[in-house]
């Protein structure tokens, strides 16, 4: 006869195995269609799966379903009626779980499987206070041993980052949105498994996972129907449509694993329970390689190895000296392997993880040990702008800063001290106030965020001494300081493009698509509203005495039309793939003083197509909208969060789905500048550019069309009349 002991282990084997396939289901359910509505659906189906089975253990048995189960959480209650504490639990324990399933959902259909999930190993070594302190429970030195091994291989799913040190995949970790939301899932589980053993001893496994999976249901319930009263991206219904195999099976595999995991908890800790069932993650590595096409699968099977060898850990009673033996064996094998082979993974692993290192075409250096190809970059400028990026270059494991110059010796300190949390990029950084540091001949590209009127001269120095350059927009102050850079780029096979911060937003890529698509018919109009109070800052600096360069016309080029209108000229014209003939306007400086330039101006385009755009550009008011108008349909697109759409046809794009009715809105927030994972990251395309010597995302030919409307605008100004911008900058923009 097996032992209770045995038999709980085999019933959380089981739910180990139960869950990652219920993990592949949700996953391909998960993929294109909303989170909160197959959410609930998936529940659904696990709740009819539940339902059944409870019925039928109210059929087959008479005996009580509610038992006592003491003080409440060990402290209170005691005397409470059993139904009662029975319920406080169930809110309890369901209330954090329906979070818990939000953020691990919301990692499914983002994040690669094998990366991410590894990370829900910390459960069960935050489940070592939370089981002492409702259930009393103590691991024995084995049992713990064996979850250091678990630990460690979900560590080490980010091989990368061991070459960043020991504690590299800790700061990965916390620098991956996906790792960090399974660490706040790993968290919650931690509290919430305990309760769950509590309620199984107060009723029955079957019993209590009924009323679990019945509140959780419940909650994504009115959660999709709330959703539902501000347009979400799909009507409640889509999700289950679109995948209706995946989103059952999914629900019939989830009502098996909590049967499975509370059934198991009769028999054996939670703390034993939980630890077998994150070893589970090796099959989840084979389940991301073989069905998602997930890259890296042979080191992700090494560290696997090591998760389940801790798993063998637990189960294997053996002396101090065998078990310590086994911890070291595993845990040096784990660390030489990852440290030793070479790197081997796809470029577009990139959009997902940060594990890749692939290698560079066109660039010679390497790093210290020869192994992986880097690119070697210096940030010329370390300014309030640089800040918002810096991230990216130290989160990328084949791109290294080797110099931070900026004429405040304080500042390139800063960004030097902000890159040197990575072992890698802290060894030999120089910084400095003098160019030449950029120049040096390690340096392979040159990242360019100085003020307007020094992008001539550092673009161009850079380019005669042999770097790839990437110039922060516009491309300079005056189109003849432009063309010298055009000029001097032509004659180089270097890489050079420049950075337009709003082509980081995948909403902007969805409006393209949609016209390009044909989904609001012809284009006729066009509005973009630029707006920030920031020169009412830089002028009240100004007034005492501390004047910015943003103020000078000579030194910016022109005032806010110069600074800001550059990303408007630039998403209007990629996204009607047109180009601006025209240009008439009005500007002022009304409230900001202590500026030479405009604070405020308004703009009107003329493009090829026929089309028109009117263009409001201000610095010292709020606001920011792109609205685009044709004969079936209409984009507003509001403060860089909110999409109302009408049109005729259908999209389904990275941003939000729309199906075609009245008009709707989406909640589409902008991702931060300086996440590497985003797939549109403007420095880790261009920086990818170079690697893979391919163009640019936004090219010079193209900022120097924008600085032309721009002086075309300034143009008309002084004119009254419209301009025409090719009158601007003659045949150059024309010849290859």
Known sequence: MLRPVSIGLCLAAGTSVVNVLMDVCRKKALIRNDLISTTFWIRLFGVVVLTGAFLLRLHASSGPLLHDGGALFGYFGATWPPLAKFLIYLFLDTGLVAVAVYFYFAVLKESDLSVCVPFMSFTPVLLIPTGYLFLHEVPNLRQFLGVILVVSGALAMDREALRRGLLGPVRAMFRNKGSRYILIVAVIFALTNPIDKVLVIMSDPITYGFGYGAMICLFYGLLMVSQERVATSQTWTKALRAAPLWTIAAGMLDASVLLLQFTSHRYIDVFITITVKRAGVILSVFAGWLIFHEHNIEDRLVASATMLGGVILIYTPMGLAAQLL??????????????????????????????????????????????????????????????????????????KVVSCVDIDHGRAAAAANELARSTDHGDAMRVATDIEAALEAD?????????????????????????HVFLQKPIASTLEDGIAILREARKHSLTCGVYMSYFDQPVIHDLKAMVQDGCFGE???????????????????????????????????????????VHSIRILSWTLDDRVTHVQGFASNRLCVGLEGEDSAVALLKFESGAFATLNISWCATGEELAIHGTHGSVVYQDNRWVTVQSVREYEGQSFHYEPTSEVRFDC????????????????????????????????????????????????????????????????LLTN
């Not at 109070?533 to 005032?559: C, D, M, N, Y």
Request: proline share 6%; net charge neutral.
């Open 523 to 565: 284009i006729t109009q066009m509005h973009m509203k630029l707006m920030h109070p920031g020169g009412l800052l830089w002028s009240r600096q100004a007034g005492e005495g501390h004047p910015t360069w943003r103020g000078s016309i000579k030194e910016t080029g022109g005032g806010a039309f110069i600074q800001l209108a």
């Open 669 to 732: 927030p902008a991702p931060p500048l300086n996440d590497a994972l985003q797939p549109f990251n403007q420095h880790r395309l261009f920086l990818q550019a170079v690697r893979d010597g391919m163009p640019p995302f936004v090219s010079l030919e193209d900022g120097l069309r924008d600085l032309a409307v721009v002086a075309a605008f300034y143009q008309a100004l002084r004119t009254g009349a419209a301009v025409a911008v090719d009158a601007m900058v003659g045949e150059l």
């Open 326 to 399: 086994t911890v070291g064996v595993l845990l040096a094998v784990l660390v030489g392997r990852l440290r030793m082979n070479p790197l081997t993974a796809s470029p577009d692993s990139e959009l997902q993880t940060l594990q890749t290192a692939e290698s560079g075409a066109g660039v010679s250096t390497t790093d210290e040990a020869g192994a992986v190809p880097l690119l070697r970059c210096a940030l010329l400028g370390c300014g309030s702008i640089t800040r918002e990026y810096l991230a990216i270059y130290r989160d990328l494991p084949w791109v």
């Open 443 to 467: 340096v392979d590209i040159v990242i360019i965020s100085t003020p307007n009127y020094l992008h001539r001269e550092h673009a161009v120095t850079a380019l005669r001494r042999g770097k």
